[in-house]
């Protein structure tokens, strides 16, 4: 997909120019290519969740409403409001179809209730937290392993591997729920649960809080935003940083061991320099890393949303599987799918402008 | 710390010699003894505590003391007998869900690796989507449609777990299936199973223990998860993850034995774990070199 | 005769692994004058990289400068601190090196990194983009090339842009490690014209390191010879090559392959030693066809057998 193109240089037009077309006209193909991988895997996952939900022995309709004594007829009627009376191939794809269309159809429990208008409704919530998760892990990786790689087989080193290993193993709604005892419950410096303060009123344009909040100018509403998300971004942040550190260090010092760092010095460019040039070639892969870690980063989502009451598709799920609710789960597992192909096509987009050895 | 897991790996190198050196050695015994110790106490649970966990041993709600070093629960459950008698089911759910995705994983891998051709894409293009998902989240569903039982846990963790051994054991099959030693094998008409499993299968055997070690101690956060969102064993089972979800509701009582007992058994059974495989890697990172 | 430009004097360098000390130069002397190229020639492992990067006060750890001064336009460099020592480096002395590719940070433009070279030693923006215009032209290169990553380029082009940072700020002494190992043999050609036109336009003193014998009797003025460590030969290059008077010097010269003479060429009998334990004595003589008692319990010491040509063998020395 991503290959090394080593083209001699020709010289046809101006080097910006030549530039931009080679990145645009590939770009769009590279684009189209990579969104057409996305519908497999999203297939796969649905067929998957399809199979387990809808075929596996084990009547859904009588797990939703229990064992109670429910007349046939009744069952029948509510079977076919469902739509599950149809052969699993016209289900299959009629439901496939539907979601084409952006119609995840409708939940078991609360019948009517459009499940598409729940999702985008929970779906903000999740995005910030992700981001917020991101943007802590990758703070917290790229500092200790910067740190890391200078301090190199020092005490520092060695603290820092064994912080990054650890927190890696935490379990997320330990750490949550030990960081509520600490800074909510004993300390109250911070909310210990939720997304805003109920008594916040705050005007929603974008659903993600912290935009809105801007956006309206809305100061008490930033705040509360803020001091919520404080506690799960750290949480999410801390366990998913793992990765990084190690990242970052082993290719920092890759880089300060390369023929190029040995050049810089040998031309009399000053070492702070250096590690900095050192450290944007250290960067590149952890890029592509970010992109293969947003699964995780939304399975961690779920346990953080949970812990901290956040009402994102996380709790969504949660609230759904306690209900046995099959429709929503199978709607969540899809835009999940979805979520991670296009996650990992922008962050392929990033790599490209991040590496000029990159041209699609 | 050091000095302790180096002597412990100085004890435990008399009993259990394994070909790892210097840093890995005490990262692998320190790993070993956390887990020994895990699986002593789910063994020994009757002989460690007067209690049954799912009995009311007391008043409700008591901090920490001599009688009840881990406290009690709401209802009045010791939940240091909570906690032994809760490392048998995290282990059994988690040993099983290995196995499960080993026996499916591996002949999955070696197939795939060994043949190539359609099957081999076919398999990957299912592997890959499966790995590239929200594992968690497929397991919960998966934990869902199965329903609520150690078994059924098992099993949704299994799921999970088998790209990961299909794709490495089809990788080294690739690898080592350009050696030598198998092109002389098959131009003597030796049978292929008989190739897989004398000729291929021992050189992977070391990667094979280290992505165990490091998937057990994913697969303790998973079923940890699991049961910490009521899709495991069902109550009053003692499980870890379940009683930490039954804290979460103390919290802002404050009564932080309920919470942070259980997570930090989850937490220290799982860097037991990848401690062991961190430990490993580093040998099979120098053999490979 | 004017001053030279780089003195080596009694030049030492130990590498402290953790396996042993590498002797991997020993007491190395040389002189280089305005406008000459150096050869310094020797098998692999012979030290010669080793020495270079001493020019530069360059050595990686676990390497160290033993003993020795190395005095460049008459700044002693081995005393240069710091900012100093920075300073130094691309302006007074500078360094090329074998493989092109690895040698240029690959996610930056190859004229931000010649721009980045001058603008690091004080030369004011404008000046310096018009200097790296200058000096990609010099190199042979057209000026829009600088716009270029390496990737883009060929081997031989980034040689190019490697020799156009290394001499952005004019430095008095440029040291060529391997310049064309590398390169296939046209572009070899190509380079070594260029680092010959270098040399001849502006003065820079060039220390060629090569493994190839006959590529410094081509292009060389001066040539010194190492074996294991140690310099043994070392004078003019037409009295080196006409004159060759250290065995290892000859054995080197019959080992390459002569179209005009109908003779095979010879290969060197033997290993050349591991610098951990390295020979007592005359560190040749155990590959030495004509080694004496004296050769292998001491050392030969350099001298002028004649004018500036110097040798380090038992044959022409006096106990
Ligand atoms: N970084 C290093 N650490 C330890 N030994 C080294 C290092 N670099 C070079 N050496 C040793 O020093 C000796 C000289 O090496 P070098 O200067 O690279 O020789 P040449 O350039 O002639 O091939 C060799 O024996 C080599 O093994
Ligand atoms: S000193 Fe002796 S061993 Fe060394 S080169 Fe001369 S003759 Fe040979
Ligand atoms: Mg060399």
Redesign the pocket.
Known sequence: MTRINTYKYVECCSDEARDLRWLFMGLLRYVAIRAALIIPTVLILYTLVFIVLRILPGDPVLAVLGTKNIPPEQLEQIRHNLGLDKPYIVQYFEYLWNVLHGDFGTSMIISGRSITVDLLERLPATVELAVAGLLVSLLIGVSTGFLAAVKRDTKVDLGLRVFGAVTYTLFIPWLGLMFQLIFAVWLRWLPASGRIDPDVSLRTITGFYILDSILTGNIDALRSALSHIILPALTLGLVLSGPYTRLVRSNLIKALESNYVFAYHARGVRSSKILLHAFRNALIPVVTYAGLQFALLLGGAVLTETTFDWPGIGTYLVEKVGYRDYPAIQAVVIVFAFFVGVISLIVDLIYALLDPRIRY | MEVLGRTLARILAKIIPLRVSGRGRILVYTGLVIVLAVIFMAIAAPVLTPYDPTRRAGRSFQPPSWEHPFGTNNLGYDMWARIVYGARTILIVVFLAIAISMAIGIPLGLLSGYYGGGIDRALSMVMDAIYAFPSLVLAISLAVALGPSLFNAAIAIAVIYVPTYFRMIRGQVLSVKEELFIEVAKALGIPTFRIIFKHILPHILPTIMVVFSLSAADAVLTEAALSYLGLSVQPPTPDWGYDLYKGKGFVLSGYWWLIFFPGLMITLLAVGFALIGEGLSERVRREQL | MSEPVLVVENLTVY?Y?LKGI?R??EEASLKAYKGDMVALV????????????SLLNLV????RVVKGRVIVGGVDILSLRGDELRRARGSLVSMIFQDPFTTLDPVRRVGDQILEVLLEHGVPLEEAKERVVEVVKAVGLSERMAKAYPHQLSGGQRQRISIAAAIALKPRVLVA??PTTALDVIVQKQIMDLLDEIRKTTGMAIIL?T?DIALAAERASRIAV?YA?RIVEYGPKSKVIENPLHPYTRALLQSVPDISSSEWPKPIPGMPP??RKPPSGCRFHPRCPLAMKVCREENPGMVEVEPEHYVSCWLYARR
């Open positions: 590498y692994t590498v991997a130069v020797g098998e692999s492992g012979s030290g010669k990289s080793t020495l270079g990067y990686p750890p676990p390497g490690d391997e390191i493994h190492m460590g591991d610098l």
